[in-house]
């Protein structure tokens, strides 16, 4: 426990000497690592988000019975009680549903994206990473980039605490019956909140930089100001199409 701790506050605040002594490349496994344990703690960010939603929702939907058939059909056998194609036409032609569990089956179609984003956004940052270290004239290893943009993924796990925390604090006594104002009272709902989010943003690319910067210099055998340099335009990109 003591080793972790220690091996955790050097990779913080000492990125360039935690890779000096344990080269990027080949630290690549925990790296991955981090890009499946960040995918699932996106996975279950999404449903916990589908369950805050749900529950500030007090309303039902009227919507077309699914068990019952088109209406056209159920006109074309109304005399023939025997035929199988109309044995659903007693039944209600709308039904009520509630509201709150239909946005969180909405969410839950969505999950399939937590184990995908991360990953294609780790390997287009990994080969950013090594693309902009070549640019400055540094000797990366493909694997050692990689590695690096998996251990990004450790300041999104801070970020992504964060937005969760504050979205539950601020929509926990929130409570909707009208759905035509959901969007409009979430967003008031949110609004104080949006400079602590946006703060939260901030450190993290911050802490991303820092981290990266330090492990690039070790990767690709470049000073610290060519590496931050390296770093900065394609992370800055990132943020800047996250933003957008």
């Not at 509630?98 to 184990?115: E, F, H, M, R, S």
């Amino acid at each position: 426990m003591v080793t972790a701790v220690r091996l955790l506050r050097q990779l913080i605040f000492s990125p360039a000497s935690f890779f000096d002594e344990r080269p990027p490349a080949e630290t690549l496994p925990v790296a991955i690592g981090l890009v499946v344990a960040f995918a699932i703690a996106l996975a279950v960010a999404m449903a916990l988000i589908g369950s805050i939603l749900a529950g500030t929702v007090d309303a039902t939907v009227t919507m077309d019975n699914p068990d019952r058939p088109p209406g056209q059909i159920c006109d074309h056998h109304a005399g023939d009680s025997d035929s199988p194609i109309a044995e659903n036409c007693n039944e209600p032609e709308t039904i009520e549903r509630d509201a709150g569990a239909l946005i969180q089956d909405t969410v839950n179609d969505y999950l399939w994206l937590a184990p995908v984003v991360p990953v294609v956004i780790w390997l287009v940052a990994g080969v950013a990473l090594y693309g902009a270290a070549r640019l400055a004239g540094g000797s990366p290893s493909f694997a050692g980039t990689l590695s690096l943009a998996g251990w990004a993924t450790v300041p999104e796990f801070v970020r992504l605490t964060i937005g969760i925390g504050a979205i539950w604090l601020v929509l926990e006594d929130v409570t909707v019956s009208d759905l035509d104002r959901l969007e409009a009272v979430i967003e008031a709902a949110i609004a104080p909140i949006e400079p602590v989010l946006l703060v939260a943003s901030l450190v993290t690319v911050a802490w991303q930089w820092h981290l990266l910067t330090g492990g690039l210099r070790a990767d690709a055998d470049l000073s610290r100001a060519v590496a931050a340099v390296a770093v900065g335009v394609p992370l800055g990109l990132f943020t800047l199409l996250g933003l957008a």
